[in-house]
């Protein structure tokens, strides 16, 4: 059979011969001599290829991150005398996280509040995944690491800026990074992967800067015996000091980006860490400025003001940019109110952005959120005439409704 004609069943890694600039990194880098080049092409042997990642992270243009599910390969030949690569194959289009299975577990346990396989924004720009795995990590200095919570409440909710210095670690809004605390388990295996979203934009905490920033919070929860547990990755992340450096896997998320449609209006619904994707998208939209109708919607749930990350420079967002509804569940002499409440309060915004075809809805934070946010987008569709379920699953295939919960 013809790789052009072929249906799921073998990965082949494959480079984009419009965007190569035959530089010969590629070849250089393969461990295995995988990788040859004829006077039009570098291309890859898929006999030889074993998937290592070895070449794609040193690739400076993103040719080489291409990967095609063919029932039978592509041959060297073929693949000399493209200009361009080939349509994929109906029915075969890989998931691009399934190259790291334990990121893809954890991201497909997060997304299972969307109902359904989740899909990018048609607008958002294309990621790189997978570049850094357990065997070949990038490198990152902490330049950064400040509480942004108020002292002295149960919340220590900690910013945390990682710079690669010279090597390339492209991240998109909604992305995730793969960190493994050193040291070993109690069996004495390496600690478990966890992943944490990415609150930085894409060109950096700071403009055009070779960085990125984590929300973290600190895990310490007393227990019924008086012990006190400590989570591993978290207090491991919120204890580095300036200099130390971290050991950084992936990136990864394929589905949970930002639509770069400055049309587009953002709902976007969190309580807690939750918050670390829409601060991202929330500055991406600022340091584009204005350009488009669309705005940011934020939900944000916290218990006070003081418990929640990032309430001082929330204040300083332009309402041009961002709408915010900032909800507190243990305000003295307040009624509990949360994110679903609010929602239900707002009603007639809400239903004005479901009935918009640019409007995207993303919930991240804890598990118990999609529930209440779910009841509360369906008792707003019956008080406005809007079949709420059938509409999700509209804006799901659209790619328009994401949830990322833990």
């Not at 929640?308 to 900032?326: D, E």
Request: aromatic share 6%; with cysteine; charged share 20%.
């Amino acid at each position: 059979m013809d790789g052009s004609q072929a249906t799921a069943g073998l990965k082949q890694h494959l480079i984009d011969p419009e965007i190569c600039i035959r530089c010969n990194t590629c070849e250089a880098t393969c461990p295995i001599g995988a990788i040859t080049h004829d006077d039009n092409n570098y291309v890859v042997d898929a006999g030889t290829c074993n998937h290592c990642m070895d070449c794609v992270s040193p690739c400076p243009t993103g040719a080489i991150d291409n990967w095609f599910q063919v029932g039978a390969p592509f041959s060297i030949e073929e693949q000399f005398s493209w200009q361009e690569l080939p349509p994929r194959p109906a029915l075969a289009e890989p998931a691009v996280d399934a190259l790291d299975e334990e990121a893809a577990a954890l991201l497909a346990d997060a997304h299972k509040g969307a109902g359904g396989a989740a899909r990018a924004p048609a607008s958002a720009s294309k990621p790189r995944v997978n570049l850094f795995n357990r065997a070949g990590p990038a490198t990152a200095k902490v330049t950064g690491n400040i509480r942004v919570t108020k002292a002295g409440t149960g919340s220590d909710v900690h910013h945390i800026i990682l710079d690669f210095g010279t090597v390339p670690f492209p991240v998109l809004e909604g992305q995730s990074i793969g960190i493994v605390p050193s040291g070993t388990d109690a069996n004495g295996r390496p600690h478990a992967m966890r992943l944490y979203s990415i609150c930085s934009a894409r060109d950096g905490e700071r403009p055009n800067t070779n960085n990125l920033a984590l929300t973290v919070k600190r895990v310490a929860e007393p227990q019924p015996d008086g012990s006190v547990f400590r989570g591993i990755a978290s207090n491991y992340l919120c204890d580095l000091a300036l200099g130390d450096t971290v050991e950084v896997i992936g990136p990864f998320g394929a589905t949970f980006l930002m639509p770069d449609d400055p049309e587009a209006d953002i709902l976007m619904l969190c309580t807690g860490t939750g918050a670390a994707p829409f601060r991202a998208f929330t500055e991406r939209r600022r340091r584009l400025g204005t350009q488009g109708r669309g705005r940011l919607h934020l939900f944000f749930g916290a218990r006070t003001p003081q418990e929640l990350p990032y309430f001082g420079p929330l204040q300083k967002v332009p309402a041009a940019v961002l709408s915010q509804h900032l909800v507190f569940s243990r305000l003295p002499e307040a009624p509990k109110e949360y994110v679903q409440d609010r929602l239900r309060a707002q009603a007639e915004e809400v239903a004005a952005l479901l009935r918009k075809p640019t409007t995207h809805i993303y919930v991240c934070g804890l598990r118990g959120l999609e529930t209440g946010v779910e009841e509360a987008f369906a008792a707003i569709g019956r008080e406005h005439g809007i079949d709420w379920h059938a509409l999700r699953a509209g804006m799901r295939e659209q790619g328009r409704y994401h949830v990322e919960t833990y």
